[in-house]
């Protein structure tokens, strides 16, 4: 179990995380999703080990990460801009891993190659195609066999097929092995598929974090229209975040359960009222409307 | 675990090594041309060059060449030194490269150790290699000598030793590839150079400012690593062959080597991972860096400007100091924030301003007491004062004379009060007009204190008036008193070192031929201890070595020939030099005397002895000032 307390981290006088606490169980795929600049990449470095905060813990198992080789080496990551030796080959950087990490696999490295057949492994790495790298990131990152596996952007510059087998493979590292996977992305869509738990990150905070059943029952959709055509007034305790209107018919967000608030609004006399499933896409834009965010606007 | 509670761990070690073999081959291969190649060469051509004796040419190679290399090899070392550093420690100055090997399950000492091991192996494998097989070249050639070829490879392993530990050292504070080669040529040489130019700015601003003490300076060359070790592996020629000037001084910077890479450690532990890329990688010394630059940045500037637009007031000084003091504050913040909208941070510029005007202000105006300091004569052991030996210029000129008795520390120290008075007349250049003739003294002064500390100041063009030298109290009677003390004169002419050695010859210098009309000098054969004898009762009977405070007095026209009596003295090998086995370097000196009219003894001995005859005759100081036309010869 990964849990970060309280970490605070600056940069000059930016401060980039402010006091983030997060938890992410053991064999959970955790979502981070927030926009940019919101602190996710500071936050993965600091759970693998390369930043030190100012202030707080990040554990896993109890254990702090920093300066920690025991820990360190039950995780693996891929970050979103990766780097290995100029000119070293997956082959180079397979010998290095297996110097270092102690769980690396030579079996699973062999079997992998399957998974991953247009990468050379004799080419440099830096020779291959954006696509390719991140292929061969992913092949030598799942080689190591890790506890934890960190990933910053990890599809991106994979083909739509390569995307499906990577999937595909992290998800029966979780199966088999209680892989607990934390992924950052910006893609929701693909991330709503796969992740199991959601945390929304903001100015260097978590601004909410369940798991993704629990947070789209948390937040609904609702489409509904009235005979005199204008919305009426909405009952206090109806939590709306937000109305759109498309000729007679209004789009409520609306916070809460779906059964008390359908009943809510049913008291006002609807000509229709239906409940529509939110994306995690429009989750994350109208929990972070409330967070005076910009993007909402843009979005929408 | 692998690596969990190693500080070393081979796979990194073998990687770093490996990745960047081109250095120490480069390396190797350089040392391997410099020292076996040239022996193998000389054996394969020994023949067709007709050298006749090849063996102990081969035998006279091995034994100077190695230690004959160390004085480049010291800058070859530093330079080395970096580009090793540069190589092993060059993930640190990318983000990516950062984040990727501190997220290995290593421990910063691990990383550490492993990438510092790699990087020194870079150099010291290829010196050993270097070693092995020239040892094997040599014996393959019967010119086995295995002493200076283990010193090269000591002094050159220590001098890589200390500048790759001090390369090193500089990488763990800047973020940035560029900067690590600057920070390291830079820190190489501040010392030296910040130190010269404070002196400079001191000499300017303070009155009566002569230099720093030697004992800085002695601090200074340490702290000037590249010059002080080329001072050490220099080489000196002894009987049993060449020898290094100072190893113990190698295995100094050795030893200091070894303590920078802790140092770097303990800075690596430190580290912010997110400085990559930061010109200043370790927040506690981004201010001493920008104050530093500015600081340095003034001094230089200030220095240079100055002496360009041939501006040597203390005011235009003063000012470019500022200017260039404030610029640097801003290039500094340019480079800390990687930006030039720096104008933001104008306070820290302007404190630096302020801070700057106000020391340059205090020193120019008194140097917090420093100008106004006279020592009090109870509290001075003995005084050196050089610059009262006035007219002749022979032996005397240029002399320390030291003065223990109290009453002459108190005659000294009223001149040099008498001197801190005079400094608006010396800057301005001003001098008494109704005063007469004027002249100007240069005087420096070093008191040894009775703290054991030492004070030293030198005053230059104090005016001293020809109408004033009766006139008691006043500097030009007082430096009269010294000048024409003649135990004062005697410590000038310091008989007593020329009669430690050996009378070898004495001759005349600027004697007149009469009948070819020229200058001629006269050797004097086998009477050197005689005229000696002769000159000394001269000076006893106060005939010769007379001086004179004003080089145009009527006295010296009058009274002092242009004809200079020499005798070269050979001095035997001290008790301390023959222990030395570096040969003599200064063995015999030659002590002048300008002849005067009244040395009766020793003019009666030079026409006795025929160096002065009717045809060759000495000519008057006076006479020789107005041309032959008017000349009376000596009686």
Redesign the interface.
Known sequence: MIQVNNVVKT?DRFRALDGLSMRVERGSIYGLVGPNGAGKSTIL?HI?????PDSGSVLLDGQPVY?N?????R?A?I?D??????SASTRDMMR?Y?????RFDDKRYQSLREAFPEVDERQPIRRLSKGMQKQSAFWLTLSCCPEVLVLDEPVDGLDPVMRRQVWSLLMGDVAQRGTTVLVSSHNLRELEDVCDHVGILSHGKILLERSLTDLQDNILKIQTAFPEGELPQLPERLNVLHVTQVGRVHTLIVRGNLQEAKAKLAALNPLFLEALPLSLEEIFIYELGGEDYAVRDIVL | ?????SFF????Y??AFF?FWPIWALYGTLWLLVIPFPLLTTALQGGSTGLTNTAGRLAEMAADTPLEVLFTGVLVAAVAGVVCAMAVFSYLY???????M???????E?LFTSHYLAGLSFLLLPHLAVYLFTIAVEASLGCVDLWPLTQWLLVQSGACLFFYSFAVFCAMFTGHLVALPLFYGVLNVLVYVVTNLVEGVCYEFLYGFRRFPETLWDAVRWLTPAGRLMEGAQVWYAAQGPRLEDPAAVAIYGAAGVALAVAALLVYRTR???SAGDVVAVRIVRPVFRYGFAFCAGLTGGVWTAALLMQDSPAALTFWVLFWGVIGCFAAEMLLKKSFRVLGSWRGSLGLGVALLALCLGVSMGGFGYEGRVPDPDQVTQVAVRGLEGAPYDSASGRDVTFTKPEDIARITQIHRLATGMKAEVYDGRWDDQNGACSYLTLDLTYQLANGSTLTRRYSGLPIYEADLETEGTLTWLANQIATDRDSVEQMYDFAQYERGRLVEAWLSDVWNTQEEYYEEVYIDGSAQELWDAMRQDFAEGTIGVRYLFEDSPERYQDTCVTDLHFRVEFPESEEAARDPRPATEADATFVITLTPNASHTLALLERLDALTEERRPVRYGDYVVGPEEWTFLD
């Open positions: 940069f470095r693998t080990g390369v930043y030190r300066e080789p025991e820990a360190k080496s995780i990551a970050p801009e990766l780097y290995y030796f100029l290095f297996r110097g270092i990490y102690p | 675990m692998r690596s969990g509670t761990n081979g796979t990194l073998r990687k990745r990318s983000i990516r490269s950062a984040c990727m501190h997220a290995l399950p290593l421990r910063r691990t912010h991972i997110e």
